[in-house]
């Protein structure tokens, strides 16, 4: 993997990775298809909608189809059909949101599968091993991820244990073609980021992710410990701030200098009737939409707003037509991803691309 820093206004960063799939533009927002599909979308609309790389995850993918499977199918990129980059997540953010199905110790964390209960077990070295086997372009080391808000000494020791994993997935690693990125902890707490970031950098990694945010906390909470996590990592690598993805969070993050984030949002906001907008959010089975013959959104110019109207799609919704969330979901991803193709053109520009409030304004 390679990264070029290409320009700058203010914090904001325009940037360009070369991965073994294909080559990222920066900075650039990654749908989640957790378990080898982002939500109602194929891989031909993915990529009609400008998607450059896709998120996946190694817990779920570890459950189902299995290693033996992906690795028998070619790999992940053919066993789904994507020819573009893939970055797979560790199972770290599992060890928050399964709390009560995992057994966290100094060497690593046994899950009890939230599909059968049967037992299995992840080290950083075998998450590694995992990742590298499946062919992911980016692999993310294996952290602990707390909620928030959290007592002091568990945010301390989540640091000082992803400090130890971050060392042992680095010396696992096998193959270059897949790029290994480190994760910086330590909640709310400066010191503990400081101290996370300086000993995960310290290791030596391909870039950098800033973790264990948007679980628990304000949104100022938030914006405060990223732009300050920011500045700790290395301007020569890239920058991935994990699980954002409201127009308003992304915004924050690339005026932060971010360059990669991820998120379900948009999916499952398609999924649930919820539409994302230049202009705010609405949710598409409120009467009003039903004999409203606009697009989804004036401004943009996706298929979707270009072929269907806003009653249309709300009578999808309450006629419980699959078409619906797929519809939606599509034009959430284009947006997003036309919203940061437009923050690259502004940073190119020398235009701070700002961090405004979430939009007050309703369609």
Known sequence: MTFELLAQAGRARRGRIHLAHGIVETPAFMPVGTAGTVKGLTPHELREAQTQILLANTYHLWLRPGLETIVEAGGLHRFMAWDRPILTDSGGFQVFSLRERRKLDDDGVTFHSH??????????????????????????ALDVCVRLPAEHEELEQAVAQTSRWAARAAAARRNDATALFGIVQGGLSEPLRERSAREVVAVGFDGYAIGGLSVGETRAEMEHALRFSAELLPAEHPRYLMGVGTLADVR???????????????????????????????????ARFTTDFRPLDEACDCLVCRTYTRAYLAHLFRANEMLGPRLLSYHNVYLLHAVVAEARAAIEGGRVTGSPPEPSKRP
């Open 252 to 286: 924050i993050a690339i005026d932060a200098g971010i360059d990669m984030f991820d998120c379900v949002y948009p999916t499952r906001c398609g999924r649930n009737g919820r539409a994302m907008t230049h202009d705010g959010e609405f949710h598409i089975r409120n």
């Open 115 to 140: 599909l059968d209960g049967s037992s299995h077990r992840f080290t950083p070295e075998s998450v590694v091993a995992f990742e590298e086997a499946i062919g992911a372009d980016i692999a993310m």
